[in-house]
Every structure is written in structure tokens, then in C-alpha cells.
């Protein structure tokens, strides 16, 4: 990189593996910005990480059948999300009921997941690659379906955002409104497992919650107002990767680890000034106690 801005993205723009990279980048980052909101207000970032790591067995079985991996792992996180739905989030108190199911399907797919890299006779980079991400060599077809996906889970959550924000809140209010809580929190995880399915193309099973839950959590650090902090995420989530492909591009280093590094050292950074302004108001409220007993 150099110090002409203009010079290094045109660099970074002429290649058409780049062109395809950056453009599934977005796609994938406006759908985990919006999806990890939600995921982190409603505490189900164990629920994201299950998804995410069934999506190996998912890509693992579709190459051992000859079919795309990104198909295998939408198949495999839908029926994972829907799982998880028909146990339910309010049959137990603290949702264990949901706890119990996540840890459940998630043995049962890494299981199944070295069953298939067992059976499969080919090469295992194509299964390993996904561990990590293989945004870098993203094809056209790839883009265009993560387009297609994007675009779905976007549009379903721009029609119930607002009434899974508010199930979300104050659930037993919602339900007595007339809100369908319990196929709200459905149609969620399958946005969900959509935007997991996705993001592994990026940062891969491993890493998946860099993008789902990290922009979230810092966007809830920054703002309570709830179309501020969706606005927010996805912002991050949108910096986050173009900045993690930029540095890969010109270090030669992997793409995920400056993603996930990024998205770290942004919410530690947001924590510590949140914490260092609390403490300086503390510090003041009790100087000021202590000046109006001495008074």
C-alpha cells in the first residue's frame, strides 16, 4: 500500500477475483450487519455459532455428492434453524430448552461432518478451505447467489424487523399485541442460518463471529435506539470487510484474520472508553458528594 489512496484502489480493483470479492463482501456484510443486530439483542450468538459450525458438515457432504459447497451449506443451516425454532425459545426459564437443542445439533453435525470428510476420496482442500473462508476465490455463480440470498434476507428482515425488535424486547407484551412470537423467532433463525450460510464464504466456520456478532456488540455499546444501532452494525460489519480484504490484498496474509482482528479491536476499543467514562463520572459524582458533605 502507498500513500495515493486512488492509486491503490484502482490496484485493488483490477483483477476480477478481487472485482467478485469485494462485491460478495458487501453482500455478505450488509446481511451479517443487519442478522447480528438482532443476534446479539437476542442473545443467541451460541445459537449463530452452531449454525456456523454446521455448516461444514453441510459444505463436506456437498462435495462428497458433487454439488457446490455454498448449497450444502444453505441446506444444512436452514434445517439446523428450523430445529432449533421447533424446540421453541420460552418453554424453560433462561431459554435452556433452545440451549440443550443447539448443543445437540451441533454434536450431531460435527459427527456428521467427519463421516463425510472420511468418505470423501478427493482432495480435502475444498472442505478445509471452508474453515477459514475462500472469499478470494469466490466465481461469478457464487456472487450471484450470494446476491439472491442477500437480498432475501434482507427483504424479510426489512418486512418483520420491527415486530421482531419489539417480540424480541418484551415478548409476553408482544404475544398478548397479537405478534406471533413463536414464528417471528423461525423466520429469524432461517434469516440467520441464510446470512451464516453466506458468511462463511468470507471468514469461514471459525471465524463466522466476526461478522455476526462483533458489529453488533459494539453498535449496542454505542446506541440503544434500535434503528441507530441496526445502522451502526452494518456500517462495521461493511468496514470491517472491505478494510479485511484491502490489508489481505497487499499483505498476502489471510483475509479472515484481519476481519476478525478488526472487528476485535474496534468493540475492545468501544469497551474501554465506554469503562474509562464511567469511571471519570463515578469519580466526579463522588467528588461532588463528598464537597456537599464537607459543605
Known sequence: MSWDLLADVQLLLQYHFMQNALVAGTLVALLAGA????VVLR??????????????????GAVLVHVAPVFGLIAFCVAAALGIGWVG????????AESAAVGSILAFSLGL?????????GSAAGIYTFLFGTI????????????VVALLGLGALAIFGRQLTFA???PDVAEARGVHVRLLSIAFLIVLALAVAITVQIVGTLLIFALLVAPGASALQLTAR?????????VLSLAFTWLGLALAYFSDLPVGFFITSLAFAVYVAIRAVKGALAFRNGSLQLRGTWFAAEA
Open 35 to 38: 442478522a447480528g443486530y438482532f
Open 43 to 60: 442473545g443467541q450468538s451460541f445459537a449463530a455459532h452452531m449454525l456456523s459450525q454446521v455448516g461444514f458438515p453441510g459444505a463436506a
Open 89 to 96: 425459545r420460552n418453554l424453560d426459564a433462561g431459554h435452556r
Open 113 to 121: 461432518g467427519l463421516l463425510f470428510f472420511r468418505l470423501y476420496a
Open 136 to 147: 478470494l476465490g469466490i466465481a461469478d455463480r457464487d456472487v450471484q447467489l450470494t446476491l
Open 168 to 170: 424480541t424486547v418484551d
Open 226 to 234: 434500535p434503528a441507530r444501532a441496526l445502522a451502526v452494525s452494518v
